[in-house]
Nanobody, 119 residues
């Protein structure tokens, strides 16, 4: 059974920092790329950062220099360290494989974690 559990979100002031964590089960974690995505009510879900099973990371241009993705294959965990947060980073953040996993015929998403950047 696939399960992706995100945590670590919250309310932070502009310029602040947060670290998001994701625990994965039911997937071949060590063999696949993982990623963090985010979504707001007015925008489609977008890929923020990804990391291969070997640890090679890529981040979107909008967060380059501010977000760092990492993974711990021994713990089936993937983290997203975010610094110098901006109001436009406000979104629900999800972790998933890259590309996202399907369960049956449907794309699977966890519950996500809300990040709000506001003064």
């Amino acid at each position: 059974q696939v399960q992706l559990v995100e945590s670590g979100g919250g309310l932070v002031q502009p310029g602040g920092s947060l670290t998001l964590s994701c625990s994965a089960s039911g997937i071949a974690f060590r063999l696949i790329s993982m990623a963090w995505y985010r979504q707001t009510p007015s925008k489609e879900r977008e890929l923020v950062a990804s990391i291969t099973n070997g640890g090679r990371a890529n981040v979107a241009e909008s967060v380059k220099g501010r977000f760092t993705i990492s993974r711990d294959n021994a713990k089936n965990a993937v983290n997203l360290q975010m610094i110098n947060l901006k109001p436009e980073d406000t979104a629900v953040y999800y972790c998933n494989a890259d590309p996202p996993v399907n369960v049956g015929s449907r794309r699977y998403w966890g519950q996500g974690t809300q990040v709000t950047v506001s003064s």
